[in-house]
């Protein structure tokens, strides 16, 4: 196998995880509007400072396990949690 052919068997393998992050992310943001009603039915805010430090952590520790930069996945759910809250935001000013 050239090193050429060898790149493009690794790239339909980081291709083919690339669409499995898509999909979990999809899914994550499909619960949002059922998050949003519950929070706008009982007066919940739309940030939970503690649940988010408390998941952050968790998230560190999974990933010094797996051997990822923490300051890594840190930016990558801060950005989760930013959009997570932006699609309740706008859910809930709708209604």
Known sequence: ????????E?????DRIDN???NALAERMSLMPDVAKHKKEH????TDEEREIAIMGKLK????EHGLDKSFVEE????????????QSEIIEKK
């Open 10 to 14: 690794i790239r339909k393998h980081i």
């Open 61 to 64: 520790k999974i990933a010094a």
């Open 20 to 22: 499995v992050i898509i």
């Open 1 to 8: 196998m050239s090193g050429k052919e060898k790149v493009a």
């Open 76 to 87: 990558v759910f801060l950005s989760v949690f930013n959009e997570s809250k932006r699609i």
């Open 43 to 46: 007066n919940i805010p739309i």
